[in-house]
């Protein structure tokens, strides 16, 4: 399958530091990209939906001042969350679509776990 | 509200035994994905199923996605540890794609 990479693996942080988290497909160029948050024993939550060159879409209830996505290249998309908070603290995957127009083949990262303190 | 409902929630079995997992929905999806996600890592894509009644077998895993594309199903025969994990249905329609809760697996040696 395609490969999606996500850097860092781990992140401490500060409260009130910011944190930029880099989500790369490392095979094949992605149109949209998707970010995710993961809360302990729990499924998937969608925050928002990345698209190059354009702003991206937020799920209801995500605050997109806090929670910043860039998606300068076909490769790459950012998630940077701003004035963290240990509630914050989270699991958080990205995965990303061929461009086969297929979105349902979302193909993910292997997440990056933030603690802020 | 869940849009795709996934049960059961925990599972754990024995290694040798049979299960199915269930993932359903009132409403009808474009296709359907499972995935298996270890602790600390991103789910990996199982299999897809895009037509109705559609069966696909993996190994020991077989999925089936309803005839009416609301529901599908996971039987995984024979169960062995490697098999623990987080197994998550989601469903695509609308250009839009959600998650199920997930049911969480765990087989003993």
């Known amino acids: 399958g395609a490969v999606v990479s996500q850097h860092p693996s781990r992140v401490i942080c500060k409260s009130g530091t910011s944190v930029k988290i880099e989500c790369r497909s490392l095979?094949?160029?992605?149109?949209?990209m998707f970010w995710y948050r993961q809360f302990p024993k729990k499924s998937l939550m969608l925050m928002a939906t990345?698209?190059?060159?354009?702003?991206?879409?937020?799920e209801q209830g995500v605050e997109k001042d806090k929670f910043l996505i860039n998606h300068a290249s076909l490769t790459l998309s950012t998630l940077t969350v701003t004035s963290a908070h240990p509630e914050d603290s989270s699991f958080y995957i990205c995965?990303?679509?061929?461009?086969?127009?297929?979105?349902?083949?979302?193909?993910f990262g292997p997440g990056t776990r933030l603690t802020v303190t | 509200t869940q849009l795709l409902e996934q049960s059961p929630q925990f599972l754990s079995i024995q290694e040798g035994e049979n299960l199915t997992v269930y993932c359903n929905s009132s409403s009808v999806f474009s296709s359907l994905q499972w995935y298996r996600q270890e602790p600390g890592e991103g789910p990996v894509l199982l299999v897809t199923v895009v037509t109705g009644g559609e069966v696909k077998k993996l190994k020991r895993l077989t999925f089936q996605f309803g005839d009416a594309r609301k529901d599908s199903s996971l039987h995984i025969t024979a169960a062995q540890p490697g098999d623990t994990g987080l197994y998550l249905c989601?469903?695509?329609?609308?250009?839009?794609?959600?998650f199920g809760a997930g049911t969480r697996l765990t087989v003993k040696p």
């Open positions: 095979d094949f160029q992605a149109t949209t």
């Open positions: 989601a469903g695509a329609r609308n250009n839009d794609m959600r």
């Open positions: 990345s698209n190059e060159g354009s702003k991206a879409t937020y």
């Open positions: 995965s990303a679509a061929p461009p086969s127009g297929a979105l349902y083949e979302q193909y």
